[in-house]
């Protein structure tokens, strides 16, 4: 089993920063992808951003420039920072680990999200 706590969700003013964090805890298999998805209010949960085990990053076209997407192998943690917000990034961001075992089948988990409120 996988384990993801996520943190670093609060109210922030926009164009304000904010850093998530999601450490990740238990059977956590060398191919793997890490990521972030958002659930703004009303809407499903869309993809923000993901970065392999080697860190080759990848984030949504609408966050490019402004997010950025890192990792630390040795705490198997996954960060998210966040620049220059604006209203519509405001929501509940989940952490995503996605993983592979050694017969190829996927495995996904999910944290229980953090909460961005975005104020004017």
């Known amino acids: 089993q996988v384990q993801l706590v996520e943190s670093g969700g609060g109210l922030v003013h926009a164009v304000g920063s904010l850093r998530l964090s999601c450490a990740v805890s238990g059977t956590i298999f060398s191919i793997n992808t890490m990521g972030w998805y958002l659930q703004a209010p009303g809407n499903q949960r869309e993809w923000v951003a993901t970065v392999t085990g080697g860190g080759v990053a990848n984030s949504a076209d609408s966050v490019k420039g402004r997010f950025t997407i890192s990792r630390d192998n040795t705490k198997n943690t996954v960060y998210l920072q966040i620049n220059n917000l604006k209203l519509e990034d405001a929501g509940v961001y989940y952490c995503?680990?996605?993983?592979?075992?050694?017969?190829?089948?996927?495995?996904?988990?999910w944290g229980q999200g953090t909460q961005v409120t975005v104020s004017s």
């Open positions: 995503n680990v996605r993983q592979v075992d050694t017969s190829w089948r996927e495995y996904d988990y």
